[in-house]
């Protein structure tokens, strides 16, 4: 797709560090996730937010700001000035990593622009990677001012913070795909069967991730943390709540976190039908690595459930998630044939 291979070379390398810092971005937002610091910086300023406070008066007026949210209102109205710094400095680094991630991207764009290792089509693809970025940190603010201003709101709104993880994914997806893309790595031929569950597989994993964030969203992890029942029944009494109603779903502590249960169970026997059925033939590997690092994250889930959810194991389960959505997006790349047909048998 470049116009020599060392525009591919290069191009390539500059995608794993675009890629790579999306992966530590999506880690930092789950650590300020976890930390609760995502409310304490209640302004956005692309320039002067760069900056952090310089001095007392800088940190005095940030910390009487956050005073005026309903999250230090009505939980953290015992706060002292150190731990408003803590939770401060995770939000600004993950604000300023966000920046570095920008300048990055659109400094390689032009760099290779310069050069003239591009041409048109690779350029609109490089450019839409770049307009994805901009858009996540549109996102970002949309989900932090759920929680700042008129509102009783003590975190973030959970579906604007599951919206700001999943576009995360579609990123580093996308970076994933277009590497793959210009290394002229070999597709490989498959059934139209084992196409087609790749394909299912990626969607359950993306589903699973989303049903993840609206339970971290929720801090839903920590109510629930006996296994394999829940609050002592494999359906929770409390799955619907009376004043939630169909919003439960989305909502509720026990629903939540009893979906994401469920869905871990379903995508854990896909992914191992999809290595059993892969068996022997060309797919086999990709197939047998998903189902191993999907085994792999569910028995590291059950572990953080049953632990309490502790903020080392819940960021280590994010973590391991992520490389499953990475193997599952290689997946669906590699079983792509590359003539576009396939055979109806496996």
Do not use: C
């Amino acid at each position: 797709m470049a116009k020599s291979p060392l525009a591919d070379k290069w191009i390539r390398r500059w995608l794993v560090l675009i890629a790579l810092l999306v992966y530590a971005m999506i880690l930092i937002g789950g650590m300020t996730r976890l930390t609760d610091s995502g409310l304490s910086i209640t302004e956005w300023d692309v320039i002067s937010g760069t900056l952090p406070p310089l001095n007392a008066q800088h940190w005095a007026e940030e910390f009487a700001k956050y005073k005026q949210t309903a999250e230090f209102q009505q939980q953290n109205y015992n706060m002292t000035f150190a731990e408003f710094q803590y939770i401060y400095w995770w939000e600004w680094g993950h604000r300023l990593f966000g920046r570095l991630i920008g300048l990055i991207a659109v400094g390689g764009l032009v760099f290779f622009l310069a050069r003239n290792w591009i041409g048109r089509a690779l350029t609109t693809r490089l450019v839409i990677l770049i307009a994805l970025g901009g858009l996540q940190g549109a996102i970002g603010w949309w989900m932090v001012s759920s929680g700042i201003g008129d509102t009783d709101r003590l975190d973030v709104a959970p579906y604007r913070l599951m919206t700001h993880f999943m576009l995360a994914l579609i990123i580093i997806g996308y970076t994933v795909w277009l590497w793959l893309d210009l290394g002229g790595a070999r597709r490989l031929e498959t059934s139209r069967l084992l196409s087609v569950l790749s394909i299912a597989l990626l969607a359950l994993v993306s589903v699973q991730m989303a049903s993840g964030a609206l339970v971290a969203g929720l801090d839903a992890g920590r109510t629930y943390t006996d296994w394999p029942l829940m609050d002592g029944a494999f359906l929770p009494a409390s799955y619907i709540q009376g004043d939630l109603g169909a919003r439960s779903l989305f909502e509720g502590l026990a629903a939540t976190q009893f979906n994401h249960r469920v869905l871990a169970y379903v995508l854990w026997a896909a992914a191992l039908g999809g290595a059993v059925l892969a068996w022997g033939k060309p797919a086999a590997k990709p197939f047998a690595l998903l189902a191993t690092l999907v085994t792999a994250q569910a028995a590291w889930g059950i572990y953080t459930l049953v632990s309490g959810a502790p903020l080392e194991l819940a960021i280590v389960h994010q973590a391991l998630g992520v490389i499953v959505f990475i193997a599952a997006v290689r997946l669906v790349w590699i079983t792509r044939s590359p003539s576009g047909l396939q055979s109806a048998t496996s």
